[in-house]
């Protein structure tokens, strides 16, 4: 069996420091080969070293914790065995009981060492019981991924805020005009950088407000999160491809571009 | 320019990105803006009847209005027929008089009572108004008059059947020359003013007591929302988290952070209870806060406090700045990668007193993921309304982005040095 490897993913030096510390009295044959601070960082270096635990911080600048997680589910390389997370929070009452209900593996700041050993024991049985898949004929890391995906699905709709309420008309300004855009009218929305483009049949629109922030006020029934940066209008949809990857291929009404839904959205569209 | 205070929670709230401020400030990029149509969320007023509940608890009378008027009438009927038993004799005659002139009293007067509010309703909002519609309080003229009415209508058919149960015939009460006349309407006007008296009087007791139970309910609230936006569990668990791994490291430093950890949960826990303390203080406690956020984010914070020593001592009402800087390192610096600096100043502008916060960190425009912290909304609430009703118009606090190149916000709060 490989060594065990480990990213940390934690804004607080001291904190980091104490967790990389503990870890290695908690198991010692687990090599902690990245410690970032934020969380874009975490997703290209845990993108990069493909680490088999990663443990992440859920307040953290630039992704939280939980957006790293979404983003990692959906850019993880086909075939590599996803990492086992788990999230460490001071306090985050709602994300606790999401994480309970979800059986995903969390720590609560100050990691108290009996708990810390507790989840390394669990983290050890489940490495166990993936060694022990590989070693059968059928890899059972499809199932396993199937599973830590419906987890973050589950985990980030518990995240999302209330919706304010519920968005009809799109106000998207250009120098002194304020172009007025019905959401029906709107095809996708795209995060771009530090805009988030609202595209139409005939033209497309820059808008500020982040899809995070769209997302709660539009019906969840008409507009579908594809992808952590596209939200599409479900009735521009014309058909689904499932491509190899497990990821989905969009063709849409009045748009010539397609659009790829990621494994972690794939199941909104399956036949009836 | 600047933009209002509540901004920033204008749009954490309710997903707005409003202010033409902001348009304006950044009119030099070719930023697209949007603004969101959404509709109005229903504000929730306190229900009256949460209110009445809470203030019932400091009621000593505990009846409903009807048992203790009727308690009232039959206290004031009897020792009036005791009263008049004791100098004429015939008690039970003086009894069955007295209350039935009593209880014709009170009907009476009840009923010339509503019809009178009906009236006024009617005057005051048309047909439309309905049972609750507020009607302006009745004069005391009015109910005086309410009151004779009532006792002289009440007082003849009281009288009346009196007479017809214990056979007497006693003079009408208009009878002026009739010496038991006279009796009869004074007994009956003093009865009818001291009923008067006592349950308005009651009435008024109760009202107040409802208005104090209410008003203290609204400032515990008040004092437990501040006590729970200071002592974010979040903050308090990281820097406990923090501790705990300091203590084994650096002993001495962990024994500093400690002692910074408890003048600032003192000073937190005692704030609500003082109106004012020297600037010196104010600093000191943000600095306490600071260090703590110095510990746990590293070289990401960078802070920079400046009290020239002329205005240490000037009186300022407590956790006005605090708010402040906690804001600039949640919403500001926490959120940014690269982390930045913090600068709290104060400065004396002719009689004026500015205080100013700011930070490098990612601005207004950005919304920071752990920009629904709770609390700090309320934070900054609590600090615009004790502004104001500490200083009316003459206070301002303002945020905007900081103008130079380095970004971030300033916040600027601009009181009246006292006189």
């Known amino acids: 069996m490989n060594t065990p490897t480990a990213l940390i993913a934690e804004d607080e030096p001291l904190l980091a420091v104490a967790l990389r510390a503990d870890l290695s009295r908690a198991w010692p044959a687990l090599q902690v080969v990245a410690a970032v601070g934020d969380g874009k960082q975490a997703l290209a270096r845990a993108l990069a070293l493909q680490p088999t635990v990663c443990f992440l911080d859920i307040r953290m600048p630039g992704l939280t ?22 999230f460490v929070t001071a306090y985050d009452q709602y994300a606790l009981q999401a994480f309970d209900a979800q059986a995903v593996d969390y720590l609560v700041k100050p990691v108290q060492p009996a708990r810390l050993d507790a989840c390394v024991a669990r983290l050890q049985r489940l490495l166990a019981e993936r060694s022990a898949h590989d070693r059968a004929v059928e890899p059972a890391d499809a199932d396993a991924l199937q599973q830590t995906m419906a987890q973050l699905r589950a985990l980030l709709g518990a995240a999302a805020p209330a919706a304010a309420g519920r968005l009809e008309v799109l106000q998207a300004q250009v120098g002194a005009n304020v172009h007025l855009v019905p959401v029906d009218e709107v095809v996708y929305f795209e995060a771009a950088d530090k805009y988030v483009r609202v595209v139409t049949a005939s033209g497309e629109h820059l808008i500020r ?30 058909s689904a491809r499932r491509e190899e990857s497990g990821k989905v291929t969009l063709t849409l009404a009045g748009r010539p571009e397609k659009l790829t839904a990621s494994r972690l959205y794939a199941h909104l569209f399956k036949g009836m | ?27 030099c990029r070719p930023a697209p803006t949007i603004r969101l149509v959404t509709s109005a969320r229903p504000s929730s ?19 409903s209005p009807l048992t203790r008027a009727l308690t009232l009438l039959i206290l004031v009927c009897t020792a009036i027929a005791v009263l008049l038993a004791l100098l004429f004799g015939g008690l039970a005659d003086k009894l069955i008089h007295s209350f039935s002139i009593g209880l014709c009293c009170w009907g009476a007067t009840t009923a010339v009572g509503r019809t009178v509010e009906f009236g006024r309703r009617r005057l005051a909002g048309g047909v439309a108004a309905g049972d609750g519609a507020p009607v302006p309080p009745t004069h005391a003229a009015v109910r005086t008059a309410i009151v004779l009415t009532g006792a002289m209508l009440g007082g003849s058919i009281g009288l009346l059947v009196g007479d017809v149960l214990t056979g007497h015939t006693s003079a009408p009460l208009w009878d002026w020359r009739s010496r038991s006349s006279q009796i009869t309407l004074a007994v009956t006007l003093l009865g009818a003013t001291m009923f008067t008296v006592v349950m308005t009087l009651r009435d008024r007791l109760a009202q107040a007591q409802l208005r104090t139970a209410a008003a203290q309910r609204q400032a515990a609230e008040n004092q437990l929302r501040l006590l729970q936006s200071q002592l974010e569990p979040h903050m308090l668990f990281n820097t406990l988290a923090n501790l705990r791994v300091l203590i084994g490291l650096e ?13 600032f949960l003192r000073a937190t826990l005692s704030a609500s209870r003082t109106s004012h303390h020297p600037l010196a203080d104010e600093f000191a406690r943000v600095s306490d806060y600071v260090a703590l956020m110095e510990v746990r984010m590293g070289p990401r914070l960078h802070s920079q406090l400046r009290l020239p020593p002329e205005l240490a ?16 390192i949640k919403h500001g610096l926490e959120p940014q990668v690269a982390g930045g600096r913090l600068e709290v100043q104060a400065e004396r502008d002719g009689a004026r007193l500015r205080l100013t916060v700011r930070d490098t960190g990612i601005g207004l425009g950005e919304h920071a993921h752990g920009a629904s912290i709770p609390g700090t909304q309320f934070g900054l609430r609590q600090v615009r309304e004790r502004l104001h009703t500490l200083y009316g118009e003459r206070a301002a606090l303002s945020l905007q982005p900081a103008a130079d190149a380095e970004g971030g916000t300033l916040a600027i709060l601009d009181l009246p040095l006292p006189s």
């Open chain 2, 313 to 328: 001592a000037l009186p300022v009402p407590p956790l006005l700045l605090q708010p402040l800087v906690e804001n600039a």
């Open chain 2, 1 to 27: 320019m600047t933009v209002p205070l509540d901004w920033r929670h204008a749009v954490v709230t309710s997903r707005r990105l409003a202010p033409a401020g902001r348009t304006g400030q950044r009119a």
């Open chain 1, 65 to 86: 914790g939980l957006e790293a997680a979404q983003a990692l589910a959906e850019d993880w390389p086909e075939g590599a065995p996803f990492p086992l997370l788990v």
């Open chain 2, 45 to 63: 007023p306190a229900s009256p009847a949460d209110v009445a509940v809470a203030a019932g608890r400091g009621w000593r009378w505990k009846a």
């Open chain 2, 251 to 263: 002993p001495a430093r962990a024994q500093m952070m400690l002692d910074r950890l408890i003048a």
């Open chain 1, 209 to 238: 407000t982040p899809l995070k922030d769209l997302l709660p006020q539009l019906d969840p029934a008409r507009f579908w999160q594809v992808h952590r940066g596209v939200i599409v209008r479900a009735r521009a949809v014309t």
